[in-house]
């Protein structure tokens, strides 16, 4: 119920009980008003007999008849409590009202509240959907982007891979032509340099032959002069040849003579198969000797290294200064070529005989343009013949140029730029310059091309020896060197 009824039912209740005439007294709480009806006062008659005694009065009335103030009294209690009665059944009437009311006004508001709070969030709810569903859009076009993106870098990576790999071969083709170049301008300026000698020699030799024209000229001219006086002169000297006839026999006799009388033995020059054997007889130093090849009449010179580990190793190779070119053919490096006292290559033929008649060790000495030394050393060691093309046997290996060998597999075959044995198809002869036991090309080739110090450019034809410097070698000085193995 409202207050205004509340207000409406006490007044109806006021009227009813009690006259409109009385005093009334109002009173606001809230939205209600109240208004209360005081009861009437009448005026107090005087008491009658009233005396003024000095006797004690009793509390308690005189059980005399109650007078009207008594009961006027009764009635106000009377009234008094039925207005208590009222009050209280207002109050709690009030009460109820008031708190089912506020209840309801407090329903009402968090009703109110929680559908308008609904409706926030449904509201709250479409819209986040909305955000959602563009967010969404919005990922799957950048996903697609991206993606479209990636295929483009994945693309542009292959594309530069394939031009990479295409500059690769470029470069690798143009440094190949630029060594081969190199090599073919050093062939050149080696060959000019040669033949420019030679052209000096012929040019000497052809002056020297107009000079003996000359000379023999001037000769036939006398020789013709005195040919006349010489036919006349033709008796005397048919006589005195005569005598010199008879003079000649009897010089003959006697010599026979002589020879039958003397049978004195000439004696034999001393003969070495090799340089161990030169450094057992007592020769200390290092040179060129001839030695008598085993099992052969032939005599050859060969430089003898009396200093290294011992001494008597026969040289069978020699680089120090690139001053012989060592792109040579088959023929050259059977029969060898170069100064025994400098830059050469013994000859295959020769150390396959030499090499064969008895097991020799190998020794190879290397040293690059900082002055580092090491040396790779092969306890047996020797080559076949032409017939098999010089095939290289090497075991044992030991040194300090690597931990493992460079010299290719036993049974390789030598080859030159004008007879490839090697077993790749790439000519490794022409490729890497030089004649050398290459297989597929392989770790090693003493035989490159002689590149100076100063050089500061690695080039695949020149000197290598991989496993001790790896493809950067710049060497120096190389020798190849060999002494049987019981020395």
């Not at 509240?113 to 799957?140: H, I, P, W, Y």
């Not at 080559?383 to 046997?393: A, P, R």
Request: hydrophobic letters at 30%; one cysteine or more; a negative charge.
């Amino acid at each position: 119920q409202s207050p205004f009824s509340c207000v409406c039912f006490l007044s109806a209740l006021t009227r009813n009980s009690i006259g409109s005439e009385r005093q009334q007294h109002s009173v606001q709480h809230g939205p209600c008003s109240y208004t209360f009806i005081l009861p009437e006062v009448e005026h107090c008659q005087p008491l009658k007999d009233f005396q003024v005694t000095n006797t004690l009065q009793r509390d308690s009335p005189p059980e005399a008849e109650p007078s009207w103030q008594e009961t006027k009294l009764e009635s106000l209690e009377s009234a008094m409590e039925n207005n208590t009665q009222w009050l209280q059944k207002l109050e709690n009437f009030i009460q109820e009202n008031v708190r089912s009311g506020m209840e309801e006004m407090k329903r009402a508001a968090v009703h109110t509240q929680t559908a308008a709070m609904l409706e926030m969030g449904t509201n709250l709810l479409s819209q986040s959907a909305e955000q959602t569903r563009k967010l969404t859009d919005v990922e799957t076009q950048v996903l697609n982007q991206t993606s479209r993106l990636e295929i483009q870098l994945l693309e542009y990576s292959l594309f530069t891979n394939r031009l990479e790999k295409h500059i690769l071969l470029q470069t690798q083709e143009i440094s190949r032509l630029s060594d081969k170049n190199s090599f073919l301008e050093q062939r050149l300026l080696a060959l000019e340099a040669r033949y420019g000698k030679e052209l000096q020699g012929l040019e000497s030799e052809k002056q020297q032959l107009q000079e003996l024209l000359e000379r023999q000229s001037r000769l036939v001219s006398q020789l013709q002069g005195e040919l006349g006086s010489t036919t006349l002169n033709s008796t005397s000297l048919q006589k005195q040849q005569a005598v010199l006839t008879d003079t000649v026999q009897q010089l003959l006799a006697m010599v026979n003579h002589c020879n039958e009388i003397s049978n004195v033995p000439k004696e034999e020059p001393l003969s070495f198969r090799d340089c161990a054997e030169i450094r057992q007889s007592g020769v200390t130093e290092s040179g060129i000797y001839s030695i008598r090849l085993p099992n052969s009449t032939q005599t050859v010179k060969v430089f003898c290294d009396m200093k290294t580990r011992g001494g008597g190793w026969t040289v069978l190779q020699h680089r120090t200064n690139g001053s012989v070119d060592f792109h040579r053919g088959w023929r050259d490096y059977k029969l060898g070529f170069g100064e025994l006292s400098g830059e050469h290559w013994l000859g295959n033929d020769i150390i396959h005989k030499l090499t064969s008649s008895q097991e020799y060790s190998l020794h190879v000495q290397l040293k690059d343009r900082e002055g580092n030394e090491a040396f790779s050393q092969y306890e047996h060691f020797y080559i076949d013949g032409e017939e098999n093309n010089y095939s290289l046997h090497a075991e044992h290996f030991s040194g300090t140029a690597g931990r493992t060998s460079s010299l290719t597999h036993t049974g390789t075959q030598f080859s030159t730029k004008d007879r490839d044995n090697d077993r790749c198809t790439c000519k490794c002869s022409q490729l890497a310059s030089g004649g050398w036991w290459f297989e597929a090309c392989g770790p090693s080739n003493l035989n490159g091309i002689y590149y100076p110090a100063s050089s500061s450019v690695v080039r695949y034809n020149g000197i290598k020896w991989y496993y001790w410097k790896g493809p950067n070698l710049m060497a120096t000085t190389t020798t190849m060197m060999v002494r049987p193995a019981n020395f």
